[in-house]
Nanobody, 127 residues
Framework: QPQLVESGGGLVQPGGSLRLSCAPS????????IGWFRQAPGKEREAVSC????????YYADSVKGRFTIFREYAGNTTYLQMNSLKPEDTAIYYC????????????????????WGQGTQVTVSS
């Protein structure tokens, strides 16, 4: 069964950096968009970013603009989320997902429009 697998989470101090990875298992998704979402304890799932392979367009939540970067490595069929200047409020489980189309969903930040999800990776920002 096709699935997405996230990795790269961990514990980091405020101001630090992490790079999350999202790779497919059981299929290739060269033409599928990938979105990143996160969910903190007691809060609703929140959209973080999305990348469309069709034209390379990217989208970011206001809370992460200028700090996070989404990009793809096509050779390895992997999508990354580079997270810099991390803050305690970035602490959450991070998920990647795809709507199985070449474009980010419209609107890109609606999690209900994404069909396949990974299991998530924990990111904790704390001193």
């Amino acid at each position: 069964q096709p699935q997405l697998v996230e990795s790269g989470g961990g514990l980091v101090q405020p101001g630090g950096s992490l790079r999350l990875s999202c790779a497919p298992s059981g299929f290739r998704y060269d033409d599928n968009s990938i979105g990143w979402f996160r969910q903190a304890p007691g809060k609703e799932r929140e959209a973080v970013s999305c990348i469309s392979p069709k034209d390379g367009s990217t989208y970011y939540a206001d809370s992460v603009k200028g700090r996070f970067t989404i990009f793809r490595e096509y050779a390895g069929n992997t999508t990354y989320l580079q997270m810099n200047s991390l803050k305690p409020e970035d602490t959450a489980i991070y998920y990647c997902a795809t709507d199985v189309t070449p474009w980010c969903a419209v609107p890109w930040n609606d999690s209900k429009l994404y069909d396949w999800w990974g299991q998530g990776t924990q990111v904790t920002v704390s001193s």
